[in-house]
Structure formats: C-alpha cells, structure tokens
C-alpha cells in the first residue's frame, strides 16, 4: 500500500469511527443517558472521545520508535481522522474540560 493510500484510508476510518460512534451514543436511549446528560467522568470533567485519537497518536508514534512506518501512518492518521471529526460536530477543538455547574 502507498503511503498516500495509508493516510487516507486512516483518515476516513477515523471519521467513519467517529461518526458511528456519535450516532450510536445519540440513538441509544440507554447510552444517551449515560454519557450525554452526565459529563462527569473522572472527578467532575468531561473527557470527550478525540482524546481516542491522541491516544492513537501516541501509539503511532510508538511504531514510528520501532521502526513500523506503515503502521505509524496508520495510527497517526486514525488519529487525526478522530479528532477531526469530533471538532466539526462538536465545534471546538477539545481533549478535556471542566464540567460547569
């Protein structure tokens, strides 16, 4: 596979992920509930799901140190396919936030 193909297909597998993630969490009542009405993950913030992607960034970044360049570009485009998505349909740009009262 080219590395352009690798990029690309990373991206829009991250994207699809997202958004299949999103419309699971905003059809299931059960889940909606859970996860949309109450933030409060870890001691009152919010951890939205693009800090799914900066894990997979680490992660490629941790085949980039062993020398796995096809799987680097993967996971670093995974990543970057996660965050993009969740900042267009959230409208901001964010890992973690302090959840107001």
């Not at 297909?9 to 993630?21: C, D, H, N, P, Q």
């Not at 360049?69 to 996660?82: H, N």
Request: glycine content about 8%.
């Amino acid at each position: 596979m080219t590395i352009i193909s690798t990029i690309l297909l990373g991206i829009i597998y991250g994207v699809s992920f997202t958004l299949l993630f999103e419309f699971v969490l905003k059809t299931n009542k059960r889940l909606r509930h859970r996860y949309y009405r109450h933030h409060e993950i870890l001691f009152g913030y919010h951890i939205h799901h693009s800090t799914y992607g900066l894990v997979f960034i680490i992660a490629g970044i941790i085949f980039y140190l062993n020398k796995n360049i096809p799987d680097f570009l993967f996971y670093i485009s995974l990543g970057f396919g996660i965050i993009l998505q969740h900042t267009l349909s959230d409208g901001k740009f964010v890992f973690i936030e302090k959840q107001r009262l």
